[in-house]
């Protein structure tokens, strides 16, 4: 029996109606289109303290592991990274507004994963997804999309904030002397800054060549801005082209196995992990149902069959995650393209693996794109506006599901924290059901996350 045979028979792929070639190429396809991960998770990463190197290195070596968890455990041709979303999270909210640490925000990430894989293999991960209302799913994504959008909005310089510029007396209180919010939070940008412009016009591309259905599109924009700026003299050209990864600045050890429990037992602790376990949970059902539907892998009852075997890789993944020095990682809804190309098996995966494991050598290319908010900002607000496309899913009819599912998306984007939107929606939802009598609808395990999150209201636990 040759190589190929035995790679056909390992994998299922004649059985699955694919090809050696086709698993391959989707393999392939899989990883151009979300390589731009590379350059954005330790971009939006730094803003929590992460240095860049071992940053970066961590983010592929999680690609790497929890792809290959993918292909060998669950045979799906479906690609792990870390998310976007929850990197923002930890990032944005859990380190510069609650005021952890980096590495207490990684030790939730830890414990997340743990728990992913301690319910997984109890099966209850499954029984917690279909409890949670549709509404409230669809809600948690959409607002999650939004706050992407507002931070790349920011970070590029699209919109700023409204005190941005102006002299500090103008924000001082005559009467208390204390500083006042300005009367408009936010305002657009500087249209004439060469990096706003090109900020914009990298979007433009992006979205251009999405409509076209081109290929790797965020990654051509990525690279066509952060070109652009560095003509401009904003940015250096890369110090070399291939580099030594675990070693030097590249190495894993300023952030690998840091993590600090010390905050664990702290009230304020509690939302944080939370959160982070409703998100990677909620992104990962979602993402296995989307590319199952786009593979023709779902049953008649449009379930995912043997779904804990995918759920257990990505659990996995995330105590790697957490380990290693990045934030919780997933299955990537990007796996759709190859999926799209005919890739029906792990060898897909398997070669996207091999992919990002091949890009370790080369991180120096990336690296100067990093320092651009120009070049990585763009495909944020393009992420987002993908994620909030299934706002039309919402059932406008019914005020006891709309009105807890927009008052999360708002919430989430305009606290600037994600617990907060999440915390609100389980809130409402049980509590609108049960003051128009419909509380039969609510299940037990919603109940439960309704009281926790009450709890997070009631003891001033928001920021």
Not at 78 to 101: D, W
Request: net charge neutral; aromatic share 8%.
């Amino acid at each position: 029996m040759g190589l190929r045979e035995r790679i056909d028979r390992l994998f299922a792929i004649s059985a699955r109606g694919s090809s050696v070639r086709t698993e391959v190429i989707g393999g392939i396809v899989t990883f151009f289109t979300m390589a731009y991960i590379i350059v954005v998770n330790p971009a939006v990463l730094r803003v929590a303290g992460l240095p860049e190197g071992p940053s970066t290195v961590a983010t592929i070596v999680v690609a790497v592991l929890g792809t290959l968890l993918m292909a060998l455990l669950a045979n799906r041709p479906i690609a792990i990274a870390p998310y976007m979303g929850e990197n923002a999270f930890v990032a944005y909210t859990v380190v510069v507004a609650l005021g952890f640490t980096w590495r207490q925000g990684l030790t939730a990430v830890f414990l997340a994963g743990v728990l992913f894989a301690a319910i997984t293999v109890l099966g209850v991960r499954g029984r917690l997804a279909n409890a949670i209302p549709a509404s409230l799913k669809i809600s948690f994504g959409v607002g999650i999309g939004l706050f992407l959008a507002f931070i790349g909005l920011y970070e590029t310089g699209i919109v700023t904030s409204a005190a941005a510029g102006l002299p500090p007396e103008a924000l001082v209180d005559a009467g208390t002397g204390r500083l006042t919010a300005p009367a408009v939070p936010v305002r657009i940008g500087n249209l004439a800054d060469p990096l706003v412009l090109l900020a914009v016009g990298g979007f433009t591309l992006i979205v251009v060549l999405m409509a076209l259905r081109v290929r790797g599109a965020m990654l051509i924009g990525i690279a066509a801005s952060g070109i652009a700026a560095i003509g401009l003299g904003a940015g250096e050209l890369p110090r070399r082209v291939v580099a030594m990864p675990f070693v030097g600045e590249y190495s894993l050890a300023p952030i690998a196995f840091r993590l600090d429990f010390g905050a664990v037992f702290e009230a304020a602790f509690v939302p944080v992990l939370l959160t982070i376990f409703l998100m990677a949970f909620l992104d990962t059902v979602g993402t296995l149902i989307g590319v199952g539907a786009a593979g023709g892998m779902l049953d008649e009852d449009g379930n995912f069959p043997d779904i804990e075997r995918p759920m257990l890789a990505d659990a996995l993944a995330s105590v790697a995650a957490g380990l290693v020095g990045t934030t919780t990682a997933g299955a990537y809804i990007e796996s759709a393209t190859g999926i799209e190309e005919g890739a029906r098996t792990g060898l897909a995966a398997l070669v996207t693996a091999a992919a990002f494991a091949l890009s370790l050598p080369f991180i120096p290319l990336f690296a100067p794109i990093q320092d651009l908010a120009c070049a990585w900002g763009p495909p944020l607000i393009v992420v987002g506006i993908l994620m909030m496309r299934q706002v039309a899913r919402l059932p406008v009819g019914d005020l006891t599901e709309l009105v807890p599912a927009v008052a999360t998306i708002l919430m989430i984007a305009f606290t600037w924290n994600i617990a907060n939107g999440m915390m609100a929606g389980l809130v409402l939802w049980p509590a609108l059901k049960t003051i128009t009598g419909r509380a039969r609808e609510v299940r037990a395990e919603v109940w439960v996350l309704g009281a926790l999150s009450a709890l997070y209201f009631a003891f001033g636990l928001t920021h």
